[in-house]
């Protein structure tokens, strides 16, 4: 066995010897095709991931040991301990790369926990970028997407961000190659997040009820909407299969999807596995009205106007 890298003493001109500062962003996915459960208890996934500018901070400091502390959305909920995938994508590098898992980060929280938006995979993603700077480990992209795989599902795409596609489990990502656009996004957070798994095993239970909508299926049309450029045509192609285990499990949301429309959105979809629900707006001033629109009706406990896609984690 090699010894470990210590980040002391002349080598420690390989790392960053500041603070390093990554900024990662929050994701939807504009198509969230559900597939059968599979043997190792995931569903197989065909989706297309979207980076919006809604981000976290983590800033990453020489330390003895590995230290996490944190500020904003979810302070005092979210554990700071081993099981925070910060950690655990500090050891996995830190494992990889054959150095000591030594840094203190600070996390500066603006995505919602169990929001359907990815803030668990987002930090991750940002752990993995912030220690590679600072223990200049100097690893690719693809090699952290390869360690991210196994921290989460969409870990990999938060490393990449953009628009993307993502098969398998969803931790196989592929860009979308698009002439660029900017689209503009109202993101409305709710009182209360939902859990993923749970989502997973409602729609599980619907389907097997027969009570699920039809799966959703390829993502063609949605991949020839964004070469449109055209939001009126993007709205119609948005979808999501865990929208309707969402809804069963938290029937409110519907009253917030109504209340989107009627503001004036081209189309509403909930994010993920929810609860968070995103709105596509024709333009920024749109995006603007629809906000102050959600807001007023009093649908959820906040709403952010964003834009994508955004780069993944990086540094600055
Ligand atoms: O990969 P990640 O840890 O983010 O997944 C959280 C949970 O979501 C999994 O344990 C599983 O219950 C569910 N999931 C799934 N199929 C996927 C991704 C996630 O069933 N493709």
Known sequence: MTEA???DGEDERRGA???VKVRVPAKVNLHLGVGPLRRDGYHE??????????????TARRGDTLALTMEGEGTGELALDDTNLVIRAAHALAGYAGVLPHARLHLRKQIPLAGGLAGGSADAAAALVACDALWGTGLSRDELA?????????????????TALGTGRGEAVSPVLV????????????DVGLSTPAAYRELDRLRKAGTAGAPLGSTDALLGA?????????ARTLGND???AALAMRPALADTLKAGEAAGALAGIVS??????VFLAADAADAERVAAGLTSAGVCREVRVAHGPVAGARVG
């Open 45 to 58: 996934l065909n989706t297309v991931y979207h980076a919006i500018s809604i981000y976290d901070e983590l």
């Open 242 to 244: 865990l929208q309707d």
């Open 226 to 234: 964004l070469r449109q450029r055209d939001p009126r045509v993007l």
């Open 17 to 19: 010897s500041g603070p």
């Open 272 to 277: 993920g596995s929810g609860p968070t629900c």
């Open 179 to 190: 002439r660029p656009t900017s689209w503009h996004w109202v993101v409305a957070i709710a």
């Open 5 to 7: 890298w210590r980040p």
């Open 146 to 162: 390869g360690i991210a795989a196994d921290l989460g599902s969409d870990v990999p795409f938060l490393i990449y961000g953009g």
